[in-house]
Nanobody
Framework: QVQLVESGGGLVQAGGSLRLSCAAS????????MGWYRQAPGKQRELVAS???????NYADSVKGRSTISRDNAKATAYLQMTNLKPEDTAVYYC?????????????WGQGTQVTVSS
């Protein structure tokens, strides 16, 4: 089984910054993509950013220029650096990875970390 643990969320004022971390552990043979999603109250979960094993990235238009996703393959960890945060960035942020674990290839999700941006 693969476990994902997110950290780094919290309360920040508009214009501030946060760095989220997502560490994968357990029986892992390989991880392809890792990504961050978010879900605000009453809204659907949406992609924020993703990164492949080779470092190709993809960002939602709403965070382009304000966020940077990165990963450390040796540590099986992904990061999301967010700057110039806005109140509309308030959401629970979830990490997802596509990994080959004991159960074969599948998507795994973390429990989420709350990000609250005050105006």
């Amino acid at each position: 089984q693969v476990q994902l643990v997110e950290s780094g969320g919290g309360l920040v004022q508009a214009g501030g910054s946060l760095r989220l971390s997502c560490a994968a552990s357990g029986t892992i043979f390989s991880i392809t993509s890792m990504g961050w999603y978010r879900q605000a109250p009453g809204k659907q979960r949406e992609l924020v950013a993703s990164i492949t094993r080779l470092g190709s990235t993809n960002y939602a238009d709403s965070v382009k220029g304000r966020s940077t996703i990165s990963r450390d393959n040796a540590k099986a960890t992904a990061y999301l650096q967010m700057t110039n945060l806005k109140p509309e960035d308030t959401a629970v942020y979830y990490c997802k990875c596509n990994a080959d674990g004991a159960a074969g290839w599948r998507d795994y999700w973390g429990q989420g970390t709350q990000v609250t941006v005050s105006s």
